[in-house]
């Protein structure tokens, strides 16, 4: 049980490390909506690689972090067209979770699927995209 929590704490850290170049990466913004906000978190983008890199973390705020966790629970809003802007990110991480959020969205909101419609993913982010979290 102390291994365990031990390898997590480990781990934790060493996301933690990235944190000066997500925030330089994000430029200290939510990655998803870009609001400026105090408490960006580090979130690894299922499904995590057995060891962490900070090109599958993502820089969020605590609202973008809910949504993430749960995108059977968002709640719908204006908040969320956000995501029509970072599904096209530079970045595959965002365009991964800015893809998942859309298509937890397409069923109600017609703009979500609009926008998936117009949408391009290389192989390699869409298969990213559909893996089992």
């Not at 109600?108 to 699927?113: F, G, I, K, T």
Request: glycine share 4%.
């Amino acid at each position: 049980m102390a291994r365990g929590r031990e390898e997590y704490q480990a781990r934790v850290a060493e996301l933690q490390s990235f944190g000066k170049d997500l925030a330089r990466r994000a430029r200290s913004t939510c990655e998803l909506c870009e609001e400026v906000r105090e408490g960006l978190r580090i979130v690894e983008v299922p499904p995590a690689p057995k060891e962490p890199t900070w090109e599958s973390c993502v820089l969020l705020c605590e609202r973008c972090e809910k949504a993430v966790m749960a995108p059977g629970k968002i709640e719908k809003g204006e908040h969320w067209r956000c995501l029509a802007q970072s599904v096209w990110s530079e970045v595959p991480a965002v365009q991964v979770l800015a893809t998942r959020l859309l298509r937890a969205q397409s069923d109600s909101e017609d703009w979500a699927r609009e926008t998936l419609d117009t949408v391009f993913l290389e192989e390699s982010i869409e298969n990213w995209v559909t893996e089992d979290n």
